[in-house]
């Protein structure tokens, strides 16, 4: 059974180019990767907030965050939600 991934983003360049490059680079064998969008789904900044996401593009996979780049601290995706 694969092990779940999420990665959070708020839509920027940045953070497509990272769910381009490293959310699908993922075997789908190993990692069932869920895709946030914090801009489209607000509600979900406290979900990442809680999961230890500092900033976005960030990838967590088994409860460990992974920050890939720097496109927006998640307190400024908070600020614009």
Not at 2 to 24: D, I, R
Not at 35 to 55: N, Q, T
């Amino acid at each position: 059974m694969p092990q779940k991934a999420t990665f959070y983003h708020a839509g920027c360049a940045v953070c497509v180019a990272a769910e381009q490059q490293v959310a699908q680079a993922l075997d789908p064998q190993r990692y069932e990767v869920e895709i946030v969008h914090l801009g489209a789904d607000k509600a979900r900044i406290a979900e990442a907030d809680a999961a230890g996401v500092a900033s976005v593009p960030a990838l967590v996979i088994d409860g460990v965050p992974y920050h890939i780049n720097f496109g927006a601290s998640l307190a400024d995706v908070r600020g614009a939600a």
